[in-house]
């Protein structure tokens, strides 16, 4: 019996350390947006956006257009911002108003980052990505990149 009452306290414990993470107000995008994959390896999204010039420093995938980059509906959890992911330089900063280039895979479509929010004022476009992935540093937006959308 003691050793199935200490196996249960080590289980409970362990479930609470499970659900329990990170505190509610320490929750970023990368935790809660897992569905969206923009910071999953093995996502298909065509867009990136990085912290860096020349395609350096931390990213961020988008597969979808993006009106304002700083408040993002999370289904459920009200509005957070994107972060960019991975390691190195920006990391865990907020995408809006940080980006300095970006790639464009998608073969059919062109990005478009625009300067403020629900795709307005000056922009950067990047041509579809034929036969290879297109590459620019911002020119229009960089560091004031506040939406994305497929143009």
């Given at each position: 019996?003691?050793?199935?009452?200490?196996?249960?306290?080590?289980?409970?414990?362990?479930?609470?350390?499970?659900?329990?993470?990170?505190?509610?107000?320490?929750?970023?995008?990368?935790?809660?947006?897992?569905?969206?994959?923009?910071?999953?390896?093995?996502?298909?999204?065509?867009?990136?956006?990085?912290?860096?010039?020349?395609?350096?420093?931390?990213?961020?995938?988008?597969?979808?257009?993006?009106?304002?980059?700083?408040?993002?509906?999370?289904?459920?959890?009200?509005?957070?911002?994107?972060?960019?992911?991975s390691t190195g330089a920006g990391a865990?900063q907020g995408v809006k108003n940080n980006?300095?280039?970006?790639?464009?895979?998608?073969?059919?479509?062109?990005?478009?980052?625009y300067y403020s929010s629900w795709f307005?004022?000056?922009?950067?476009?990047?041509?579809?990505?034929?036969?290879?992935?297109?590459?620019?540093?911002?020119?229009?937006?960089?560091?004031?990149?506040?939406?994305?959308?497929?143009?």
């Amino acid at each position: 019996m003691r050793t199935l009452a200490k196996a249960l306290t080590v289980a409970s414990a362990a479930g609470l350390l499970m659900f329990s993470g990170a505190p509610a107000n320490a929750s970023t995008p990368q935790d809660e947006d897992n569905f969206w994959l923009g910071c999953q390896s093995y996502n298909t999204f065509k867009f990136r956006l990085y912290y860096n010039s020349n395609t350096a420093g931390a990213y961020r995938d988008f597969g979808y257009a993006v009106g304002n980059f700083g408040a993002v509906e999370i289904y459920g959890s009200g509005t957070v911002a994107y972060k960019f992911c991975s390691t190195g330089a920006g990391a865990g900063q907020g995408v809006k108003n940080n980006a300095a280039s970006a790639t464009n895979e998608h073969t059919s479509y062109g990005a478009c980052i625009y300067y403020s929010s629900w795709f307005n004022g000056a922009k950067d476009s990047l041509q579809p990505g034929i036969p290879t992935p297109v590459s620019k540093n911002l020119v229009n937006t960089y560091n004031e990149n506040a939406s994305f959308q497929w143009c």
